[in-house]
């Protein structure tokens, strides 16, 4: 493929993900105020979104290899998001457990923990469950999901990982500010 038409494939995904992630950014400013009370929000906001990034595109690079070698076909996007629900439990609620522990241990605040532990937790099993099933969606609107998978995962991981952390943030202030 030329080199200006690759790169224009991929651009065209990048360019959306732009007014996505404006749409993230717009979650943190809604919560500035429960921000400006709980500093150490900020500390735990590129993590979550990191790892249940990561966990996400393990999910799609799965997807994908299968797709690939003919082991899913696009149509089977229920079974696979099911099962990808279970692996995001197991490892959103290991994940979540280490991270919350460690907030815990670092402020000394157990509310503090559950908020950075379900928030984790449930980020990891969205992001695992959209991250299995998007490569096959992309695939049945027969766009490429190489391409679009990753943009699409990391945008909607980090609005809800936003999200979670700090509405969970917000409900609990009363026990986590100081």
């Given at each position: ?20 992630n ?26 979550i ?14 997807s ?29 609620s ?35 469950s ?41 409900l609990?202030l ?5």
């Amino acid at each position: 493929m030329p080199l200006f038409k690759r790169s224009y494939r991929r651009l065209s995904w990048l360019t959306v993900n732009i007014f996505f992630n404006i749409i993230a950014a717009s979650v943190i400013a809604a919560y500035q105020d429960t921000l400006s009370q709980v500093i150490a929000l900020a500390v735990f906001l590129p993590i979550i979104s990191d790892m249940s990034g990561c966990s996400g595109n393990q999910a799609v690079a799965v997807s994908l290899r299968e797709l690939s070698l003919g082991l899913i076909k696009p149509n089977e996007v229920l079974r696979v998001w099911l099962k990808e629900i279970g692996i995001g439990i197991i490892n959103g609620s290991a994940l979540g457990i280490i991270l919350g522990s460690a907030a815990y241990l670092w402020k000394g605040n157990i509310y503090l923990g559950l908020v950075i532990a379900l928030a984790m937790a449930l980020n990891t099993i969205i992001a695992v469950s959209i991250g299995g099933a998007v490569p096959l969606l992309i695939k049945l609107f027969k766009a490429d999901p190489a391409l679009a998978s990753g943009p699409v995962l990391t945008t909607i991981t980090d609005m809800c990982g936003f999200f979670l952390v700090l509405s969970f943030a917000t409900l609990m202030l009363s026990h986590i500010s100081y």
